[in-house]
């Protein structure tokens, strides 16, 4: 009932008290938690293409495929898989990305709804993913994910497959302090 009463409330006063009533009952997050907790709520479950960047978007730009299963509970820590795609470089000037977030989530959404895991696959700025465009683009996508979401901080996986697969390898030493673990799949 407490946690009715804090998601249905638009006054801050309330939630608050709310969020004391949660502790007596052996609640232990804090306002900051249960704001997240609250704004997730509203987030929309299922997968949503080609999302675009809010977090630090005057910086970086691009989007991102998310998935939110459908049993999302927004008071119990996710597993959170950033899954980058393959492709490379195309178009007549090379510049332009094969590959996209939408046709990597293909790999991972059946497997994280049976799980009741997200999973966000942004789509890289520039090939390959080791490109530094992509760098301060990737890790603004997952804190974003991160605020939006109850991610539970100590299962956030990172993994690919082909060019994905390579920035795996790129990105998981260089913030290995973010990942649970990373897993490349290369193509036979």
């Not at 009741?116 to 465009?133: D, H, L, Q, Y």
Request: charged fraction near 25%; include cysteine.
């Amino acid at each position: 009932e407490a946690a009715e009463k804090y998601f249905a409330t638009e006054d801050l006063a309330i939630r608050l008290k709310a969020v004391d009533d949660l502790r007596k009952l052996g609640f232990q997050g804090d306002a900051a938690y249960s704001e997240r907790a609250r704004r997730s709520s509203f987030e929309k479950r299922g997968r949503v293409e080609d999302r675009a960047l809010t977090l630090r978007s005057k910086e970086h730009k691009g989007v991102y495929t998310l998935f939110v299963p459908p049993n999302y509970d927004p008071w119990t820590p996710s597993p959170l898989v950033v899954g980058l795609h393959g492709g490379g470089r195309g178009g007549k000037d090379g510049k332009a990305v094969v590959g996209s977030g939408s046709s990597a989530m293909n790999f991972y959404e059946r497997g994280a709804s049976a799980l009741g895991w997200i999973v966000v696959c942004p789509t890289a700025v520039e090939a390959p993913w080791s490109a530094k465009p992509n760098d301060g683009f990737l890790k603004a996508v997952v804190d974003e994910v991160q605020l939006l979401f109850n991610v539970d901080l100590n299962r956030v996986y990172l993994t690919g497959h082909s060019m994905g697969g390579f920035g795996t390898w790129h990105f998981g030493p260089l913030y290995c302090s973010r990942w649970a673990a990373i897993c490349t799949r290369m193509p036979s």
